[in-house]
């Protein structure tokens, strides 16, 4: 659905959304730039990926593999307990 907005400009609803994400992390990014701390591990983050960017990639790399696969795990057996739960209440609802 589009909005008219000034001069018979029309925006839709998805442009909004978006624009407003957009501006919602900028201001979230700026607020949190405002701690000290936060501000310097910031900048040592990116001193860190200037000065070599492939083991900065190898390390995020790594550590989204292994939630991946930690998250892949617990699915897993979520399932398959889902799947016990299921059979024994099947078999007892046949007995």
């Known amino acids: 659905?589009?909005?008219?907005?000034?001069?018979?400009?029309?925006?839709?609803?998805?442009?909004w959304f978006l624009r407003g994400i957009i501006i919602g992390g900028i201001v979230?990014?700026?607020?949190?730039?405002?701690?000290?701390?936060?501000?310097?591990?910031t900048l040592d983050t990116l001193s860190q990926v200037k000065e070599n960017p492939a083991e900065v990639t190898d390390q995020v790399t790594e550590k989204v593999t292994e939630k991946v696969t930690s998250a892949a795990m617990k699915v897993q057996h979520v399932l398959e307990d889902t799947q016990?739960?299921?059979?024994?209440?099947?078999?007892?609802k046949f007995e």
């Open 28 to 41: 979230g990014t700026s607020l949190s730039l405002l701690d000290s701390k936060t501000r310097k591990q």
């Open 1 to 15: 659905m589009a909005r008219k907005i000034g001069r018979g400009k029309k925006i839709n609803n998805k442009s």
């Open 84 to 92: 016990e739960a299921y059979n024994n209440a099947s078999s007892e």
